[in-house]
């Protein structure tokens, strides 16, 4: 993960189980220091469990400025959500969180912030295919615009429709960038 052109730490996904029924722990660790002294840190740790393509579970911790901790169940009524504010129930059949490793994710309208627990409108827009640098080389990518309420991302797919980046504007007008690791199986190199 990149603020700018700074490498900025990682954000892993590790998959189990079988494509009808797994797991995927997400973790993301970054940090950003000026002369020694942090003055940026954002520790993410999610855990989902995916059934017949729906998010049934998830449980998250987030430190950063403010600190979160979601618990989510699929429930008769839709998605259970407990947060440190309260607990509500969303009535979504199919619910779905933050799943830019899968591009079926471009179809969803609302999405499950695995964050803060707040379920919001989406809309998915593909643009036109662009270069993208990853690894110090140039890759042709499917570009996808992903806008909602405070959320304006670009998602970058490959050839075989595989996630291998992210573009994100934060505070301040900086580019927060995810592009794959070289240890990445799915590495395009």
């Not at 954000?11 to 970054?30: I, K, L, N, Q, T």
């Not at 940026?40 to 017949?52: K, L």
């Not at 827009?125 to 080389?137: F, T």
């Not at 890759?139 to 670009?154: C, I, N, P, Y």
Request: glycine share 10%; with cysteine; net charge negative.
């Amino acid at each position: 993960v990149f603020l700018d052109d700074r490498d900025v730490g990682a954000h892993s996904y590790r998959f189990e189980g079988a494509p009808e029924d797994f797991s995927v722990a997400s973790r993301a660790d970054f940090k950003m220091k000026i002369a020694f002294v942090t003055v940026f840190s954002y520790d993410h740790e999610a855990d989902e469990r995916w059934v017949d393509g729906c998010m049934v579970s998830l449980r998250s911790e987030t430190d950063t400025n403010q600190d979160f901790s979601v618990r989510g169940e699929r429930s008769p009524g839709g998605f259970a959500v407990e947060t440190g504010d309260g607990g509500q129930t969303y009535d979504v059949d199919c619910p779905w969180g933050f799943a830019y490793w899968n591009p079926a994710m471009r179809d969803r309208a609302q999405l499950i912030n695995p964050q803060d627990g707040k379920l919001f409108d989406v809309e998915c827009s593909e643009l036109e295919p662009r270069p993208l640098s990853v690894g110090g080389r140039s890759v042709r990518a499917k570009a996808w615009s992903l806008q909602g309420e405070k959320l304006d991302l670009t998602l970058y797919y490959d050839a075989e429709d595989r996630w291998i980046g992210l573009d994100s504007v934060v505070a301040g007008g900086r580019m927060l960038r995810y592009r794959p690791h070289p240890d990445d199986p799915f590495y395009p190199g």
